[in-house]
C-alpha cells in the first residue's frame, strides 16, 4: 500500500524582517492577487494556508477591501486556511498574556471567514513555552506544529507535548522545517525521488504520513503543482500524493506509541533555536515589559474596577493591544530585523504606552472623585494587599509625621529681567496652564519696572480667573516695550515626600501621617556631605544590610535575622566582546574581557529613614570595537548605579545609567551566589521553569547556557527581578565547570553591528541576510532596571517570595489627592482575588474576566470575594458555574467571568 505523502501549500510570512512592512506588504498583496483568483479556478490547486496567522489577512485587505468576499468564500469552503494566531509571536520574548490576546485575536478575526485553523500552527518560533500545550488546550486546540526547540530525545516526527499541568496535545515536528517541500520540481519523477530522498535520510522517525510543506519564506504559490501531483501519482505507486490541509493530515496522523515531552522545547539538537534574540536590542525587550505592565497591570485592571461599566474604554484598550499583537511577530520582538522595523517596533510601544499611561490616569482620577474625605489616598493596582513606601505630595513646607522630606517647593516662580513684550507672552502662557487663577495684580513701581502677581491654586478648579491683567499688560508693554518688567507666579507651597502606606489588593486606603509601624532604614558611614567616612559604608534595615565596596563598585548583602546568609560582589559588571549577531552571542577568537574598574566614587543620595539611595559612580576603559576577530580599541566609559533600599523591604532595586560608546560587545551583570546552584528557577509564561548550566546544541548551533526570563530568576539563595532584561546564565567567577555555577549573570547590553552574518564560533550557518543593523550596536544612554534579594527558605515556595518582588520593583502604590464629597470610604477593595497570581482583570458585556494561574507545583483555591459567575475557555466557552472560588491545580491557568455584586 502506498504512502500518503500529504502536500500542504503554504506561505510563511513575516510581516516585516530584513526589510519594512509595506515592502514586504507589497509582496503580500501581490502574492495573494496571483492566489485567490487561481484557487477559484484550478481544482487541482486544492488548498492553500496562509501561515496562521490572521494579520495577512487584514493587512492585504486594507489596500485590497473588494478581496474580502473571495477571501471569506475560499475560507468558508476549506480551500484556504486562515488563523488561529493573529501573528506568529515569540513566546518566551512577551507576556503569557499578550500569547492570549494574540490567539483571541486570531480566533475571533477568522469567524468572519467560517473560522480558524484548528492547528496551534508555531512553525519557526526561537523556541516553546512550557505552557503552550495548555494554552492550546483552553482554546479547544488539540494539535501542534512545531520545528525549532525539539530535543534529541524526541525520536519520532509526532509526541505528545505535556504542559506542567498534564494538559497535552499531539505535537507534528517538522524534521526540516516548513519548507521541506518549498523547491517544487517541474515534473512528478523528481516530486517523488525527492521525498524518498527525505523519507530515506529520516528513516524510523517519520511516522505515519509523510508531511510535505510546499512553501517557504514569502514564497509565492507555484501553480505547477496539481499538474506535478498528478504525473508523480502516475509515475510510480510507492507513494500517494495529495493536496491537502494540515488540519487532515494532522487528522490521520498515527496516535500509538509516540513518545513524550513534558515542558518547555529549547533544545538546539536538530534546528538553531538562535537564543541571543532574548539579549540583543534591550530597548525592544524594556519597551515591550514597560507596555504589558502599563497594560495588564494598571490600566485594564483600574479602568475595569473603577471606572462605571458604560465608560469601559474598549476601543482604546483594543487600539493599545493591537499594537502589542503585532509587535509580537517573532522578527518583531526578537529585533533580529533591520533598523527601520525596530524603530516602528519602538514606535508601536510607545503608542500603547502612552494609551494605558492615559487610561490608568483617568481611572485614577476616579478613584480620587469618590472619595469621601478630603486629604490623601493610595491605591493598590496589585491584587495582593500591599504595604511599602510611597510619593506623595503633601501641602505646606512644615515636616509631616511618618514622613521622609525629598523636595519642598515655595510655590513661588520668579522671572525677572524681562522686557514688557516679553512679559505679555509669559502672562498668556500662565493663563493657558492655569486657568484658575485666584488674582492676577498688575502696577508699575517707583522705578518703572512693570510688576505682575499671578496667584493660582492647583487644587482649586472650580475659580475661573475673568479679570483683564493681560489686557492691562498688553497695554503697558505698548506704552514701552523695552521698559523692565518682573513676573511672580505663586501657588500653595508643597513637599515631595516619601510615607509608609498600606492598602488592600485592587483597593484604596487614606493616608494620614502618624508613627511609621516598621523599623527605618539608616544609613552608616557617610559624612553629612554624602561622601563615604568608612571603607566599606552602608544601608541597612531590620532585614538586611547593603554593604558598597569602594574597591570595586559591588556591594555585599547579608540578612539580619533568619539564617543569616551573606554575600559580597553583586552587580559586578563584565564587558566581553561580541562577534556575533542579533541572532546570536559569538565570542572574537581575540577577546578583552573587562571586569575591573578604572575608578569608584560613591554619594549618599538618601539617607532615610523611609528610603536610602547611594550613587555609585564606576570608570572603566573598554575596547572600541571588534575588528577582525579581535577587540580593539580603547573607549572611557561612565557607568551610574543607583542602589535603594527600602524600610520593611529586603529588595534591593538597582538602576544602571551607561552611555554606552562601545560597539560588538555584551555587558552583564554578575551576582555571586550565597550557595553553589545546579538549577535555576525562572519566570516564563504562566509558569515558573527550572532549568540548568548546559543547554543542548546542534550541529549548526553550539550549546550556551544563556536562557530568558520574563520578569523573575532564582539560583542559589538569590532572586534578580528586572523589568526587560530577559537574558541570564548560570555561570562561575573562575574556570570551574557544570554541573553547579557560584554566579548568576544578567545580560543588560548586548551590541552588534548586523541581522545576521556567516560562520561563527557559535553558529555555522548564516540565520538571514547579511545586511547592516547599526541600531543594534544601541549607542547612547541606556538604563537598565533590576533589583535582588534573599530567596526563599526550604519551607517557602519561591513564587510567594518572586512574584511579591517583582510588584515591589515595577508596581509602586499610587498617592492622590482628593477634595473628598465623593460616596468611597477611607478603605476598601474593589475586588478581592487571593491564592494564585492574576494575569488580566477587564471588562466584557458589562461583566468582569479574571484571569489567574497557579505558578506552583501544589494545588490552590482561589477565591473571589462575595462574587459568582462561571469559569470560561479561551473562547468565551461556558465550563461550569463557580460560587466564590475555584481550585486550580499545580501550574494551571483559569479563565473567570464574574458577575457584578448585587447590592441591597
Not at 111 to 129: I, K, Q, R, T, W
Not at 420 to 425: E, G, I, L
Not at 524 to 541: C, E, I, T, V, Y
Request: charged content about 25%; hydrophobic content about 45%.
Amino acid at each position: 500500500m502506498p504512502r500518503t505523502v500529504s502536500v500542504v501549500p503554504h506561505t510563511h510570512w513575516d510581516r516585516e524582517w530584513y526589510s519594512p512592512f509595506d515592502t514586504f506588504r507589497l509582496r503580500l498583496v501581490e502574492l495573494l492577487d496571483d492566489l485567490l483568483p487561481r484557487l477559484e479556478a484550478d481544482p487541482s490547486y486544492a488548498h492553500f494556508m496562509l501561515d496562521g496567522q490572521m494579520a495577512a489577512i487584514d493587512d492585504h485587505l486594507a489596500v485590497r477591501p473588494e478581496a474580502e468576499e473571495a477571501l471569506r468564500r475560499l475560507a468558508t469552503a476549506g480551500r484556504l486556511a486562515v488563523g488561529p494566531w493573529y501573528v506568529l509571536m515569540d513566546e518566551f520574548l512577551v507576556s503569557g498574556e499578550t500569547i492570549v490576546r494574540d490567539l483571541q485575536a486570531g480566533l475571533q478575526r477568522a469567524e468572519a471567514f467560517g473560522g480558524a485553523m484548528e492547528v496551534g500552527y508555531l512553525p519557526d518560533m526561537f523556541g516553546h513555552v512550557a505552557q503552550m500545550p495548555q494554552i492550546l488546550r483552553a482554546a479547544g486546540l488539540e494539535h501542534a506544529v512545531v520545528w525549532r526547540g525539539v530535543p534529541a530525545a524526541v525520536d519520532r516526527s509526532a509526541f505528545w507535548w505535556e504542559a506542567p499541568d498534564g494538559s497535552v496535545v499531539r505535537a507534528e515536528y517538522l524534521p526540516e522545517g516548513y519548507g521541506n517541500g518549498a523547491a517544487l520540481p517541474h515534473g512528478g519523477e523528481e516530486l517523488a525521488a525527492m521525498v524518498a530522498r527525505y523519507d530515506e535520510a529520516h528513516g524510523p522517525m517519520l511516522v505515519g504520513p509523510i508531511l510535505w510543506m510546499n512553501g517557504t519564506d514569502h514564497l509565492a504559490p507555484q501553480p505547477w503543482l496539481g499538474r506535478v501531483v498528478a504525473e508523480a501519482n502516475a509515475a510510480q505507486d510507492r507513494y500517494r500524493f495529495v493536496v491537502t490541509s494540515l488540519t487532515e493530515h494532522l487528522r490521520g496522523g498515527p496516535v500509538e506509541g509516540l513518545p513524550r515531552w513534558r515542558g518547555e522545547l529549547r533544545s538546539g539538537a536538530r534546528a538553531n533555536l538562535l537564543m541571543g534574540v532574548a539579549s540583543n536590542r534591550v530597548d525592544v525587550k524594556q519597551a515591550a515589559a514597560r507596555a504589558e505592565r502599563v497594560l495588564e497591570r494598571v490600566a485594564e485592571p483600574l479602568c475595569a474596577l473603577f471606572l462605571p461599566a458604560e465608560r469601559w474604554p474598549a476601543a482604546f484598550l483594543d487600539r493599545a493591544w493591537h499594537q502589542v499583537v503585532l509587535n509580537a511577530a517573532h522578527d518583531s520582538v526578537c529585533a533580529c530585523s533591520a533598523d527601520e522595523v525596530v524603530d516602528a517596533v519602538l514606535g508601536r510601544y510607545a503608542v500603547a504606552t502612552q494609551v494605558g499611561v492615559g487610561l490608568a490616569s483617568q481611572a485614577l482620577a476616579a478613584v480620587a472623585a469618590s472619595m469621601a474625605e478630603a486629604g490623601v489616598v493610595v491605591v493598590n493596582a496589585s491584587a495582593r494587599d500591599r504595604a511599602g513606601a510611597v510619593e506623595l505630595v503633601l501641602p505646606g513646607t512644615e515636616p509631616v509625621a511618618g514622613t521622609q522630606v525629598l523636595s519642598v517647593d515655595d510655590g513661588r516662580t520668579v522671572l525677572d529681567g524681562v522686557s514688557r513684550a516679553r512679559c505679555v507672552q509669559l502672562v498668556q502662557r500662565a493663563l493657558d496652564e492655569h486657568p484658575h487663577l485666584l488674582r492676577a495684580d498688575v502696577a508699575v513701581d517707583e522705578r518703572g519696572v512693570l510688576q505682575v502677581l499671578i496667584e493660582h491654586d492647583p487644587a482649586d478648579v472650580t475659580t475661573r480667573y475673568t479679570g483683564a491683567v493681560k489686557e492691562e499688560v498688553e497695554r503697558l508693554a505698548a506704552e514701552a516695550p523695552d521698559g523692565p518688567a518682573r513676573l511672580v507666579v505663586t501657588a500653595p507651597p508643597t513637599q515631595r515626600v516619601v510615607a509608609w502606606a498600606d492598602a488592600p489588593g485592587y483597593g484604596w486606603s487614606a493616608w494620614r501621617p502618624g508613627p511609621v509601624p516598621v523599623a527605618p532604614v539608616a544609613a552608616h558611614g557617610w559624612a553629612p556631605d554624602g561622601s563615604p567616612s568608612l571603607p566599606r559604608p552602608s544601608l541597612a534595615n531590620d532585614l538586611v544590610r547593603v554593604e558598597v565596596d569602594l574597591d570595586d563598585g559591588t556591594f555585599g548583602l547579608e540578612e539580619r535575622g533568619g539564617a543569616h546568609r551573606r554575600v559580597a560582589g553583586l552587580d559586578r559588571l563584565v564587558d566581553d566582546g561580541d562577534a556575533g549577531d542579533t541572532y546570536n552571542w559569538s565570542p572574537p577568537r581575540h577577546d578583552c574581557v573587562v571586569d575591573t574598574p578604572d575608578s569608584v566614587s560613591a554619594r549618599l543620595v538618601e539617607a532615610g529613614p523611609l528610603r536610602a539611595k547611594v550613587q555609585l559612580r564606576r570608570t572603566y576603559h573598554l575596547p572600541e570595537a571588534v575588528v577582525d576577530d579581535r577587540r580593539t580599541g580603547r573607549v572611557l566609559t561612565e557607568v551610574t548605579t543607583t542602589i535603594e533600599l527600602h524600610a520593611g523591604s529586603g529588595l534591593v532595586r538597582v538602576t544602571t545609567e551607561v552611555e554606552n560608546r562601545t560597539r560588538d560587545h555584551r555587558l552583564r551583570s554578575w551576582f555571586p551566589l550565597p550557595a553553589r546552584a545546579a538549577t535555576a528557577q525562572a519566570e516564563c509564561a504562566f509558569a515558573v521553569v527550572e532549568r540548568g548550566t548546559v543547554a543542548e546544541g546542534g550541529p549548526t548551533e553550539a550549546a550556551l547556557a544563556t536562557f530568558p526570563s520574563r520578569r523573575f530568576v532564582a539560583a542559589g539563595g538569590l532572586v534578580v527581578v528586572h523589568e526587560g532584561l530577559l537574558e541570564y546564565e548560570l555561570t562561575d567567577l573562575d574556570d570551574a565547570q557544570p554541573p553547579t555555577a557560584g554566579a548568576l549573570a544578567l545580560t543588560l547590553l548586548r551590541c552588534t553591528g548586523v541581522l545576521s552574518r556567516g560562520p561563527m564560533a557559535m553558529r555555522a550557518l548564516p540565520a538571514g541576510p547579511e545586511v547592516p543593523a547599526e541600531g543594534a550596536q544601541l549607542p547612547g544612554r541606556r538604563v537598565l532596571r533590576y533589583g535582588v534579594a534573599f530567596g526563599p527558605d526550604d519551607t517557602t515556595p519561591l513564587a510567594a517570595i518572586a512574584y511579591p518582588l517583582v510588584d515591589e520593583r515595577s508596581l509602586p502604590l499610587v498617592g492622590l489627592t482628593t477634595e473628598g464629597g465623593g460616596h468611597r470610604g477611607p478603605r476598601g477593595s474593589a475586588l478581592r482575588v487571593e491564592g494564585a497570581e492574576v494575569s488580566a482583570v477587564l471588562r466584557r458585556q458589562g461583566g468582569l474576566v479574571v484571569r489567574v494561574f497557579n505558578p506552583t507545583p501544589e494545588p490552590v483555591t482561589v477565591r473571589f470575594s462575595g462574587r459568582s459567575g462561571r469559569r470560561v475557555d479561551l473562547r468565551g466557552r461556558d465550563l461550569g458555574p463557580l460560587e466564590g472560588s475555584l481550585d486550580l491545580g499545580p501550574w494551571e491557568i483559569a479563565t473567570a467571568e464574574l458577575d457584578e455584586p448585587t447590592s441591597g
